[in-house]
């Protein structure tokens, strides 16, 4: 993989311990310019953590880091101007306006003033907090004072983009403008951009690669379609709605089964049941469910569906844990 | 984005030091805040009302010390009813407020606000946030004392119709200057709770808590320690010297008292020692004034401590904040 395009984020084997417990287990990441990567994972996975690495902002135990080609813990400065940073609760000087924010940010990063009012200017529009930009943070509801993080995150013009849980507290309609916001950092100015989140539906579409990240590890890494693939593992899901109980169910399904813990069934609703078999059995899942009398509704096959993958994982993950 | 990754017109030159960008930011955020406000106006309500009573006071013996120099300094050091102190012993006591006022909540203030990882994720060193703090506040400090000392200068013209003298003024400079590094040991102090506690409420309690026990309590402490050390035998007059001794030493471990000392000597022409005095020492001596380098020398060592202690303490806040996580 030495043509395409530049990489702008490079981790080998990242690895952060506090105490006794260890964040981050050993990660590797690649971002190249013009691209969204998502980090996906749940609270706590060590999310944060390994973007505080990316920034230089808490020091690695093992492994190497390149940002834009440079060592963060070695060249901090150098590093900071060329990425552009929203932290996950991001705050503002609560006194201060909008602008004034914005303003400080760039007096920090040394830009001229002209071209700092100019780019501020422009950057409130993008985010839409045009009208609110002089008016002191303080009166910001939550969405805007995201709204604002991310127009703070790029003041700096920065090659690469790391954005902590962007969407949280944003409203719907604002999701989806801050989507196609992203979508143009990466795709029409060329930026590397990088963002965590712990809402998969939130950045399926928008993000080019995604990895999976818990408890410190990446357990799959690729595109929708890859990870779909990397991580079915034989089974399929189905949710069913009956108005039935779990025994009925599970005893329907496990009949003639060798071990009975190969069917899952969990209720997920009101009478609605996530069903979990080996794939080649999915299709018998109706006929098996009517030939014990039991009242179905509604099948649906959920086995594709990366949503559905992520959360097994993630709950995979809480029961380990 | 109007401008791109590939053509990136921006000149990296270094104009400003980051903690001169944060010092500036954060001297304007002072300059705007109610706390200033409130204590000009308490520091500048206390610094009158004194100096007024001490002129009307002087007023009074005007007649019989006409001529006598040092007059002017007088309105500073002369503590007159109805007011229970003087200029010197009011700024002493409350400058130390003005210093936590400003730095108590200096960084835990920021992580409150959520603005810290915002702020260390740009170009600037880690220490520039504190460094910038630290100065802006020393600037605002240097301001309101200032502007303390030069309505009150001004008043005591108009009251008393005196003209100072340039060694009085020189010896109000230095003054100034030494209240200027006392409220900075107590800057120092307020920035290292901010850095070590987590919130800005336990911090202003904690820092005045230590004010207030050495400003009241400190001779208290020193006299108890002394006690200990060296007990007094009623019979052995050395003992009550080697007590003596050990009492001076001890209450100079408080800044408290080394301002004091520091402030006397500079604004008093005529202390001539700091330390144990005995009556054979003072029997005709002849009362005469000392040269502002003799008070200087006099007062050397605590302004030397003074100094100390404030690089000492805020040396201990950026250490304890270099080393704490970003996100905590």
Redesign the interface.
């Known amino acids: 993989m030495t043509n395409g395009p530049e990489v702008l984020v490079e981790s080998r084997g990242l690895a952060k311990r506090y105490g006794s417990t260890t964040a981050v287990d050993g990660i590797d990441l690649t971002v190249r310019?013009g691209e969204v990567f998502g980090l996906l994972g749940p609270n706590g996975a060590g999310k944060?953590t390994s973007v505080?690495m990316l920034?230089g902002?808490?020091e690695p135990d093992t492994g190497t880091i390149e940002v834009c080609g440079l060592d963060p813990s070695r060249n901090?400065?150098?590093v900071?101007?060329q990425?552009g940073?929203l932290?996950d609760?991001?705050?503002?000087?609560?006194?201060?306006t909008g602008r004034q924010n914005l303003r400080?940010?760039a007096?920090?990063?040394?830009?001229?003033p002209d071209?700092a009012e100019?780019?501020i200017d422009?950057l409130l529009i993008?985010v839409g907090l045009a009208a609110a930009a002089d008016r002191p943070v303080g009166g910001y509801s939550r969405g805007m004072r995201q709204r604002l993080?991310l127009a703070?995150a790029?003041v700096?013009?920065p090659?690469v983009v790391i954005l902590d849980e962007p969407m949280v507290g944003i409203d719907p309609e604002g999701v989806l403008e801050i989507q196609g916001l992203i979508a143009?950092?990466a795709r029409?100015?060329?930026?590397a951009v990088l963002l965590t989140s712990h809402m998969l539906h939130q950045v399926q579409q928008l993000c080019d690669r995604m990895a999976i990240f818990v408890d410190g590890r990446v357990l799959a890494e690729g595109s929708a379609a890859e990870l779909a693939a990397a991580l079915a593992d034989g089974r399929s899901v189905l949710e069913v709605v009956a108005a039935s109980g779990r025994e009925p169910i599970h005893a329907a399904l496990a009949a003639g089964q060798a071990d009975d813990s190969v069917v899952d069934v969990r209720l997920v609703g009101a009478d609605r049941w996530r069903i979990s078999v080996p794939a080649a059995r999915a299709v018998d899942v109706l006929p098996a469910l009517v030939r014990a009398g039991i009242d179905v509704r509604e099948v649906r096959d959920l086995g594709s569906d990366l949503d559905e993958i992520y959360h097994r994982y993630f709950a995979d993950s809480r029961e380990v844990a | 984005m109007t401008t791109h990754a590939e053509s990136r017109p921006i000149q990296w030159t270094r104009r400003r030091p980051g903690w001169a960008v944060v010092a500036r930011k954060e001297f304007a955020d002072h300059l705007r805040s109610a706390r200033f406000v409130a204590m000009l106006f308490l520091l500048g309500l206390v610094a009158v009302s004194s100096v007024y009573a001490a002129a009307q006071a002087l007023r009074d013996v005007a007649p019989a010390t006409a001529g006598l120099s040092g007059m002017f300094l007088r309105l500073f050091t002369v503590q007159a009813d109805p007011v229970p102190f003087s200029f010197l012993t009011f700024v002493g006591f409350l400058a130390p407020i003005l210093g936590i006022a400003l730095a108590f909540d200096a960084v835990n203030g920021e992580r409150a606000q959520g603005t810290l990882p915002r702020l260390v994720s740009q170009p600037i060193h880690r220490d520039d946030v504190v460094n910038g703090k630290f100065v802006a506040a020393l600037a605002v400090v240097g301001l309101i004392m200032l502007v303390v000392a030069l309505v009150v200068a001004g008043l005591g013209i108009i009251l008393l119709g005196i003209v100072p003298t340039v060694a009085e003024v020189t010896r109000l400079v230095v003054w100034l200057a030494a209240a200027i590094v006392y409220v900075g040991v107590w800057l120092a102090f307020a920035t290292l709770c901010s850095v070590w506690l987590r919130r800005a409420s336990t911090s202003a309690m904690v820092a005045i808590g230590l004010w207030l026990v050495l400003a009241l309590f400190g001779a208290l402490f020193a006299q108890l320690a002394a006690d200990v050390l060296s007990p007094v035998d009623p019979t052995d007059p050395a003992t009550a010297l080697a007590n003596a001794r050990n009492e001076i030493t001890l209450s100079r471990l408080s800044p408290v008292v080394l301002y004091e000392e520091t402030a006397t000597a500079l604004l008093n022409p005529e202390v001539r020692s700091l330390g144990f005095v005995t009556l054979d020492q003072i029997d005709r001596a002849i009362v005469s004034e000392l040269s502002l380098s003799q008070s200087l020398l006099l007062v050397w060592p605590q302004l030397v401590g003074l100094v100390a202690a404030t690089v000492v303490i805020f040396a201990a806040a950026y250490v304890l904040f270099m080393r704490q996580e970003v996100r905590a």
């Open positions: 310019a944060t505080l920034l902002l808490s901090p400065l150098a900071k101007r990425v940073y932290p609760t991001v705050g503002f000087y609560e006194q201060l400080y940010t007096q920090l990063n040394e830009l001229p071209m100019a780019r422009d993008q993080g703070d790029l700096k013009d090659r143009r950092l029409e100015d060329g930026r």
